[in-house]
Structures are given as C-alpha cells and as structure tokens.
C-alpha cells in the first residue's frame, strides 16, 4: 500500500471516530422523524442493487457495505 | 313487633343491592378482561413483496476473451423476485429467486464462432434466509444459503450473520461472515450435458490442462456499525475483509505475449481485499436527504481504489421524490496487468483483462419514487414504485447504460390466537 494511501486510510478513520465519539446528541423517540425517513436508512438502497452488482463485475473494487463481493462469474 | 320487622327487611334490602352492585361491577371489570385478553393474543405477519427489473447494455473495445482487445459488447435482462415474511416481530424468512439472461458478443469468441446474433447465456440464481430475534435482547441472529448457477460457474453460498440494537434507537452494529464455494467447470446448465465436464479454454488453447484445480472459495467478514450523530444525522461504518482461495484466473482469458506467443490468464491463487466505507446521511431543509458514501479498497493484486458517491433525494410531494446521483471512482493497475502484446514470456502471473486495469470511471443518474403506500384490496398496499436510471463511463473508453424498476408491494395479515379466546372463557 502507497504511504498516502495509508495516511488517507488513517485520517478518514480517525475522522469518523472522532464524530462518533464527540458529536453524537441524544436523540428521543419524538424526535425521529427525519430519521426514520426511508431515503435516511443506512447502507444500500433495494433500487442500487443491480448497480452494486454491475460495479462488482465491472471494477477491481467490491465490498464496504455493498453486499456481496464474490458468488458469479461476472466474465463476460 | 312491626317496626323490627320493617328495618330488618330495610336492611335485607340494602344488602340485596349492594351486593347486586358488586356483582354488576364485577361483570363488567370481568368483560373488559376478557376483551383485553382476546386483544393481546393477536398476531400480525407481514410480508414484503418486491419485484425488481434490471437491464444493463454496454459498449467497450477491451474484451478480455481475445487479450484485452476486441468488442465487449454486451446486454443483460434481469428479472428478481424477493419475498421477506414477517411472521411476528421475531422471526423471519426470506426468499429471492431470479435469472440473468445474458447476451455477449465476447462470449462467441471463445470458440471465434461468427454468428449474426451474439451468443446467450443465463444465469440463475435463488436464496434463502432466516432470522430470529434472541428472547429478551434486541439482537437477532441471521442464517442464510442459496445457489447461482450459469454455464460456467456454480457457487454455493453459506452465511451466518449478528446484528444488535441498542435499546436508544441510535446505534445498531452487524457482523456476518459469508462464505461462497465455488466451481467453475464447464457445463452445469448447457444443453449438450447438464453436468460439468471440465474447465472451458479458449478454442485454440484446449490441447492443454492449464489448471489442475477448478475450485474457488471466497470467505467475506463484513461487519457495519450505525450511529445516530443527531436529529437529522446519522453514519455508517462498513470494514470488511475478503479472502479468497483457488482458481482465481478466468479460464477463457486469453493473454498474448511480446512476440507470437498466446497462453490462458495467470493470477495468483490467493487474494485478499480490504474495502472500507464510510457513509453520512443529512436530512437538509424539510425535502431534501443528501446521502454520501465514500469506500477505501485496497487488495493483494496491487489495486487501491477509491469510490466516492453522493445522492440527493429530493421529495416534490409527500408521495413523490426525485433523487439525482454522481459517483466517481478510480483504481491502480493489478501488478499483473499489461494491455494487448505487452507481456513478457517470463512473467510468472498476467492478465489483460481492462477490469483489472488502471482507470476512473463516473456515473450519473437519476431515481424517480412514488411511493403512496396505498391499499389495493383488503390485506394488499401499494408501497412505491421506483425507476432508475444511470449513464457509466470508464476512462478506457467502455460505455454503459443501467436501467432497473423496483415495485415494492406489502401483505398484513391478523391472526387470532386460540390461546387468547381459551383464556377469556
């Protein structure tokens, strides 16, 4: 792996738990209703699923939330 | 003597009407019993129905059946039908059934058969999952199986997942590990044999066995983590890790050398992937939902590839939304990879297949949601209907153009229970 690559990989981490940890507010059932929206769910969407499957096929990379990463031949 | 007699009788009466009181009170709080008894012995299941239409097409001159040169024209229709039944808050099963019905002018070049229609294939493929939640906890367990199957390929998957709520609605982890045995041999749904016969090599190349294994086994440790920021923010976190062991090349891959020389693509048999994703969703204004994902990728053949993707959903009526999106991604070359003529004899593994190449690739779309969550008839509503469209672009100069249309559809049904009317009698 390139050393920018592993700092890019350091710093979005530490980011990510940074805002986890110091950002989070407590959130009270009334007080959902932004997110319990259905474009608000997290990881895909049922729609994105034949796209995931498309880049899976089309591209080196797979995986990171996206379901499979494996399971078809995906060679033509 | 008379007056005694009066006020007993007075007081019998008193009596009388106390207890009749009594009683009447008790029948009545007896009643309410019973019909808040019959009430909780309820059961509702719930079953989601959704049927999903994709069809993708697709243009580029890098086929990596002749080498990394030659059409890659190809279309592919793809029906999906997925059931998920709720039988009550705790358990669940899941069914998905679908084919791909796959069009490729590369494929004919396998064998270099020249035909005015390219050749078609199919791919089939069903699964089936359980869940249950565990008594007393917001964690449920999740097994899952399947199978795909094409002319080529077989895989068999099996898969264990944990995902755990907690109690505050504002964080939620999952673990899972899926594992995907499988075959690449030859013959599983071809007309001529409908059982494997053996690994398929380029028409020109079958006079050697180029692999003794035809095994591919790809083990996924996928673990997500939610987390409500606030109000009208939450992230997800997405690391996983791949390995996969075996027959990692694409038997009918062919790589031409420096030179005159043609052999069968050589990868390594073992590879690992780490992709790490991050995704931020913000409900911005009173419409509009911004959803951002961003994946690091990085593997063992040397590619490092970046994703970033951003999709705004926009609501222009309670019912209806419109979500434009743009994603952008970028990769290293695999460290076996050389286009057409440019490998060396020498080389212990080669490719020249473009999807293991350096490029950047951008899509842009667009979705369009209705969603009335209508009801059709008594039991049946109507969730939503979505259609989406995307354009993709490779940097290599392959084209594509992704269709997919999802109804989504609900059936409840109330179950009485005996054991609520056995109570009340």
Redesign the interface.
Same mark, same amino acid.
């Given at each position: 792996?390139?050393t920018i690559?592993r700092y890019?990989?350091y710093t979005?981490?530490l980011l990510?738990l940074t805002?986890?940890l110091h @950002?989070?507010?407590?959130?009270k059932?009334y007080?959902?209703?932004?997110?319990n929206?259905?474009?608000?769910?997290?990881?895909s969407t049922?729609?994105?699923?034949?796209?995931i499957?498309?880049?899976t096929?089309?591209?080196?990379? @797979?995986?990171?939330?996206?379901g499979?990463? @494996?399971?078809?031949?995906g060679?033509? | 003597m008379e007056r005694p007699a009066e006020a007993a009788a007075a007081i019998d009466q008193k009596m009388k009407n106390r207890y009749l009181t009594l009683a009447l009170l008790t029948s009545v709080l007896h009643t309410r019993g019973q019909q808040d008894s019959i009430y909780h012995h309820q059961r509702v299941s719930r079953t989601d129905i959704e049927v999903l239409f994709g069809y993708y097409t697709q243009n580029g001159d890098h086929s990596a059946i002749t080498g990394g040169t030659g059409t890659e024209k190809l279309r592919v229709y793809s029906p999906e039908f997925t059931i998920a039944h709720h039988r009550d808050s705790a358990h669940t099963l899941t069914l998905n059934a679908g084919i791909d019905i796959i069009s490729s002018a590369s494929m004919d070049n396998i064998d270099f058969v020249v035909s005015s229609a390219s050749r078609l294939s199919a791919r089939t493929h069903g699964s089936a999952a359980y869940s249950w939640k565990l008594r007393r906890s917001n964690t449920h367990i999740a097994v899952q199986t399947g199978l795909s199957v094409e002319s080529a390929y077989l895989s068999l998957p099996l898969g264990v997942s944990i995902e755990h709520n907690d109690p505050s609605g504002s964080r939620e982890w999952k673990a899972s590990l899926q594992c995907y045995f499988d075959d690449l041999r030859y013959g599983w749904i071809s007309k001529e044999y409908f059982r494997p016969v053996g690994l398929i090599y380029p028409a020109e190349l079958r006079d050697t066995n180029w692999f003794p294994n035809y095994r591919r086994n790809s083990y996924n440790f996928a673990f997500s983590f939610y987390q409500v920021i606030n109000p009208r923010m939450q992230m997800a976190f997405f690391p996983e890790f791949v390995y996969q062991k075996g027959l990692l090349s694409t038997p009918y891959h062919r790589v031409y050398f420096k030179g005159s020389s043609e052999r069968v693509e050589k990868l390594p048999a073992e590879r690992w992937k780490l992709p790490l994703a991050v995704q931020l969703n913000v409900f911005a204004g009173s419409r509009a939902v911004i959803r951002s994902y961003y994946r690091f990728y990085h593997d063992e053949l040397g590619i490092t590839a970046h994703t970033l993707q951003l999709e705004v959903p926009v609501k222009i009526h309670p019912a209806f939304s419109l979500a434009p999106l743009v994603r952008f991604y970028t990769q290293t070359a695999a460290r076996y990879f050389l286009p057409y003529h440019q490998h060396d004899v020498t080389e212990a593994f080669y490719t020249s297949d473009y999807d293991l190449s350096r490029f950047d690739s951008y899509k842009a779309g667009l979705t369009l949601r209705y969603a009335p969550q209508r009801p059709m008839s008594p039991g049946y509503t109507f969730n939503a209907l979505s259609l989406r469209y995307a354009w993709y672009k490779r940097s290599d100069g392959l084209t594509a153009h992704i269709l997919t249309l999802l109804l989504e559809l609900e059936h409840t049904r109330v179950h009485a229970l005996h054991e609520g009317f056995n109570h009340s009698d």
């Open positions: 792996m390139h690559d890019a990989l979005i981490t990510a805002c986890v @950002s989070c507010t407590p959130v059932p007080q959902r209703a932004w997110l929206d259905a474009a608000m769910r997290p990881g049922g729609i994105e699923k034949f796209d499957n498309v880049h096929i089309r591209e080196g990379a @797979s995986g990171g939330g996206n499979k990463a @494996s399971g078809g031949c060679c033509n | -």
